[in-house]
């Protein structure tokens, strides 16, 4: 994909600036631009975003070819506008959301305002060169919401039709762009890339790469071979059942 957004709390924090770039992500890159991008041109165009964290109000940031700088003292939000956008990616644990359920990412009211009950993020993608996964590759612009209702869990749309959470991820991980994506580097990222097992950089370099979505399919697949060979062994002690049967 063309965009890639990060965030330098940590290397940056005189300037306590987020960045967002048109750019690749930051490693496995070449000039500047991932190999992965120059294959999945699928490009971030804006970030609405409604009800979730610090963000009562709807909110909408356009990402502008090149930088878009959020700028700010701590306390303001940068961070909250950075995991709204890995959770519209697909993030599915609270304790990378910074919350002990899901529900905390819903905006919790304040001494001015009250709680809200239903949080939305939609990331608008330019998908003009047709880089986008099959079932959602007949539109110039893509909408990809997710929205939670405290208490009944979340649900995903696609240019307002529903998705389901699998299709959403594999989306996104065949432009290099899933929820734990190498082009998303917030705070505390690169000190856990340095410790972290080779298993998991492995993880990293997938994504990096644009080929994490194979893997999520490869492992579907194996799911759905093991549960037909469960069928396949169902059906023959059945049919054995029934020969006992007649005879």
Same mark, same amino acid.
């Given at each position: 994909? *063309? *965009?890639?957004?990060?965030?330098?709390?940590?290397?940056?924090?005189?300037?306590e600036?987020?960045?967002?770039?048109? &750019?690749?992500?930051?490693?496995v890159?070449?000039?500047?631009i991932?190999?992965?991008?120059?294959r999945?041109?699928? /490009?971030? *165009? /804006?970030? !609405?975003?409604?009800?979730?964290k610090s963000?009562?109000?709807?909110?909408?940031?356009?990402?502008?070819?090149?930088?878009?700088g959020?700028?700010g003292?701590n306390?303001?939000?940068?961070? @909250?506008?950075?995991?709204?956008?890995?959770?519209a990616?697909?993030?599915?644990?609270?304790?990378?959301?910074r919350?002990?359920?899901?529900? &905390?990412?819903?905006?919790?009211?304040?001494? =001015?305002?009250?709680?809200?009950?239903?949080?939305e993020?939609?990331?608008?993608l330019?998908?003009?060169?047709?880089?986008?996964?099959?079932?959602?590759?007949?539109a110039?612009i893509?909408?990809v919401?997710r =929205?939670?209702? /405290?208490?009944?869990?979340?649900?995903?749309?696609?240019?307002g039709?529903?998705?389901r959470?699998r299709?959403?991820q +594999?989306l996104?991980?065949d @432009?290099?762009?899933?929820?734990s994506?190498?082009?998303i580097?917030?705070?505390g990222?690169v000190?856990?890339?340095?410790?972290?097992?080779? %298993?998991?950089? =492995?993880? +990293?370099?997938?994504?990096?790469?644009? +080929?994490?979505?194979l893997?999520?399919?490869?492992?579907?697949?194996?799911?759905k071979?093991?549960?037909?060979? !469960? @069928?396949?062994?169902? %059906?023959?002690? %059945?049919?054995?059942?029934?020969?006992? +049967?007649?005879a």
């Amino acid at each position: 994909m *063309d *965009d890639r957004i990060e965030s330098t709390e940590a290397e940056l924090a005189s300037a306590e600036t987020d960045l967002v770039t048109e &750019d690749a992500a930051p490693i496995v890159a070449v000039d500047g631009i991932a190999p992965s991008a120059r294959r999945r041109p699928l /490009r971030f *165009d /804006r970030l !609405q975003i409604d009800g979730f964290k610090s963000f009562a109000d709807r909110a909408e940031i356009p990402i502008e070819p090149g930088i878009t700088g959020v700028v700010g003292p701590n306390g303001c939000g940068k961070s @909250n506008l950075l995991e709204s956008l890995r959770w519209a990616l697909g993030e599915t644990s609270a304790r990378r959301m910074r919350g002990e359920g899901m529900d &905390d990412v819903i905006f919790a009211g304040s001494e =001015r305002r009250s709680a809200r009950s239903v949080a939305e993020v939609v990331i608008v993608l330019d998908n003009r060169r047709r880089t986008a996964t099959p079932e959602f590759n007949d539109a110039d612009i893509l909408e990809v919401s997710r =929205r939670i209702d /405290r208490g009944q869990g979340t649900s995903y749309r696609v240019n307002g039709r529903p998705a389901r959470q699998r299709d959403v991820q +594999v989306l996104f991980q065949d @432009n290099a762009a899933g929820a734990s994506s190498p082009a998303i580097v917030s705070q505390g990222r690169v000190n856990k890339l340095i410790q972290d097992k080779p %298993a998991d950089r =492995r993880i +990293v370099l997938e994504e990096a790469a644009g +080929v994490s979505g194979l893997s999520s399919r490869r492992h579907e697949a194996d799911l759905k071979v093991r549960q037909t060979e !469960q @069928n396949l062994l169902r %059906a023959d002690d %059945a049919i054995a059942k029934s020969g006992e +049967v007649v005879a």
